[in-house]
T-cell receptor, first 114, second 113 residues
Framework: ETGVTQSPTHLIKTRGQQVTLRCSSQ?????VSWYQQALGQGPQFIFQ???????GRGNFPPRFSGLQFPNYSSELNVNALELDDSALYLC?????????????FGPGTRLTVT | QQQVKQSPQSLIVQKGGISIINCAYE??????FPWYQQFPGKGPALLIA?????SEKKEGRFTISFNKSAKQFSLHIMDSQPGDSATYFC????????????FGPGTRLSVLP
């Protein structure tokens, strides 16, 4: 069984640029959620994708967007990067879209915005 | 109402001791409470989870105690080991589509050898 994988591991971008982060869900999982984890804080929910559609969104602006593909992998896109976007971005997959479904996290992508 | 409070912020325990981390929530719609363990440079790993129909759940050295009336739940790590040194996050969610986990701010646990 393959776990959740994310790429790239680390990324450095300049303020105002755009970035795309990628996630492959665990085998058998059809739901992907994205979280932002600032240094020293707990993860904060960005949005969830189920059956290729956004299925819920946290308190993040529209410049945070995403996609889910037929193979359940997902992308997180962030436009007009700001310094405060520097964080660990985590992807989690689950076998169902209900909140009670267990979520399994990937190792994350560390984004640094300068 | 979406907030989950967690304490202490950091915890130092001697090897073999008991580590206790507490969380509190406000939203009575929450009905699933997982705990995650995170090592530096890694994503959070699911440790143990509880639903409010039981007051306690034990898996190995890890126990969750749940107090529905007080809207509090806690993680107990028995016989703490240096390998348990990590950051622990409590979280809460409720059933239904489109919503997701609300995490506490985390507790950094250090177990001294």
């Amino acid at each position: 069984e393959t776990g959740v994988t994310q790429s790239p591991t680390h990324l450095i971008k300049t303020r105002g640029q755009q970035v795309t982060l990628r996630c492959s869900s665990q085998s058998g999982h059809n739901t992907v959620s994205w979280y932002q984890q600032a240094l020293g804080q707990g993860p904060q929910f960005i949005f969830q994708y189920y059956r290729e559609e956004e299925n819920g969104r946290g308190n993040f602006p529209p410049r945070f967007s995403g996609l889910q593909f037929p193979n359940y992998s997902s992308e997180l896109n962030v436009n007009a990067l700001e310094l405060d976007d520097s964080a660990l971005y985590l992807c989690a997959s689950s076998a169902a879209a209900t909140k009670a479904a267990e979520q399994y996290f990937g190792p994350g992508t560390r984004l640094t915005v300068t | 109402q979406q907030q989950v409070k967690q304490s202490p912020q950091s915890l130092i325990v001697q090897k073999g001791g008991i580590s206790i981390i507490n969380c509190a929530y406000e939203n009575t719609a929450f009905d699933y409470f997982p705990w995650y363990q995170q090592f530096p440079g890694k994503g959070p790993a699911l440790l143990i989870a509880i639903r409010p129909d039981v007051s306690e759940k034990k898996e190995g050295r890890f126990t969750i105690s749940f107090n529905k009336s007080a809207k509090q739940f806690s993680l107990h790590i028995m016989d703490s080991q240096p390998g348990d040194s990590a950051t622990y996050f409590c979280a809460a969610s409720s059933t239904g589509y489109g919503q997701n986990f609300v995490f506490g701010p985390g507790t950094r646990l250090s177990v001294l050898p």
